[in-house]
């Protein structure tokens, strides 16, 4: 009986967050290792999927944008320990986060796409824009903001239909 609950299946997710400058490489070989792991304690990976660099909610390691790699797998008790080993000794994985989403999986015979575990390859970053101080505050306007046209302006000044609000009221004639 003892050795049925260990050998009992869970599934599981991960997601983690590569360096921006991670390339395509550093990206496969951190994938072939949590999908090593999850072999090495007799599970199968289900789904791999890259959402791209994405801005974080704040800089890590003075980094405002990073690679979210996710990952599904049913495994062993016990991966999970294994996988973020393998993830904090990475130079280029900044954060990770494991969750169980199913603590007793019926069967290994999980059907699995081999599409869904087909890694993204990670694109180049494209440099980013570094705004001055001043464009931060808005005091000087940027490139990606839309500068006002001359022909908005001149629409602008021949407006003739605008009330005075700081006029008097007009009497209207006529006695009730």
Known sequence: MATAAAERLREYEIVY?????????EAERIN??????VGNFGGKLLKLDNWGRRKLAYPIQKNS????????YIAKAGVVAEIERNLRIADSVMRFQSNLLNPAVESLDVAVDPEDVKFAP??????EEELSFEQRLGLVPSAH????????????EDVDDVPDLNAEPKEEGGAR
């Open 145 to 156: 903001r839309r500068q006002p046209v001359e022909d908005d302006v001149a629409d602008l």
């Open 32 to 37: 072939a290792k949590v999908t090593e792991v």
């Open 65 to 72: 944008r990073g690679i979210f790699v996710y990952a599904k």
């Open 17 to 25: 967050v590569l360096a921006p400058n991670a390339d395509n490489a």
């Open 122 to 127: 990670v694109v180049a970053a494209e440099p």
